[in-house]
Antibody, heavy 116, light 107 residues
């Protein structure tokens, strides 16, 4: 089966950066992209960006341009999300998902808490 | 950016009843729509893609319909495990926007 397993919860100070990993298995990594989505407490889903599985092409939501970097390591089948200059409203659960046009499956989520 | 609007925000239904959830796109998206189910503390799970195709393992009581700007997710004979949050998503254009969700709760 296809699995996406994310790194553990993080607590960061305002202004810091966070890097979340998403390790995949069960499919040919380079054949699919990975999208990242976040969900603030009690809120809906917000798409952040996408990265190709084979050539590092990225597409970022305008809101995160300049603060977000998505990367992959094809040797370990792992995708990474790096978000900089964290603010309190970045507190959310961050998900990776295999992007087959729609998102399936999703990682289990990583809670990032930003404190001042 | 395509805006997705779901209604109602909350739907109160009794077990065994039918639930009908709506999703509207701000411009035509053809059939480039997916539905997801999310339970508390869990990641979303794909239910429907291409507006009407059930994902692997999704029970037949879930069905999707619609095209263009109006879409519907129907759950016939709600089971206890179906009480959850449901999101629609368009994948016609970047960004791949989501609706704000419909919560299906016990009546």
């Amino acid at each position: 089966q296809v699995h996406l397993v994310q790194s553990g919860a993080e607590v960061k100070k305002s202004g810091a950066s966070v890097k979340v990993s998403c390790k995949t298995s069960g499919y040919t990594f380079i054949n699919y992209g990975i999208s990242w989505v976040r969900q603030a407490p009690g809120h809906g889903l917000e798409w952040m960006g996408w990265i190709s599985g084979h050539n590092n092409i990225t597409n970022y939501a305008q809101k995160f341009q300049g603060r977000l970097t998505l990367t992959t390591d094809t040797s370990t089948r792992t995708a990474y999300m790096d978000l900089r200059s964290l603010r309190s409203d970045d507190t959310a659960v961050y998900y990776c998902a295999r992007d087959t046009t729609w998102f399936d499956p999703w990682g289990q989520g990583t809670l990032v808490t930003v404190s001042s | 950016e395509i805006v997705m609007t779901q209604s109602p925000a909350t739907l109160s239904v009794s077990p065994g009843e039918r639930a009908t959830l709506s999703c509207r796109a701000s411009q035509s998206i053809g059939i480039n729509l997916a539905w997801y189910q999310q339970k508390p503390g869990q990641a979303p799970r794909l239910l429907i893609y291409g507006a009407s195709t059930r994902a692997t393992g999704v029970p037949a009581r879930f069905s999707g319909s619609g095209s263009g700007t109006e879409f519907t997710l129907t759950v016939t004979s709600l089971q206890s495990e179906d009480f959850a949050l449901y999101f629609c998503q368009q994948f016609t254009n970047w960004p791949k926007t989501f609706g704000q969700g419909t919560r299906v709760e016990f009546k």
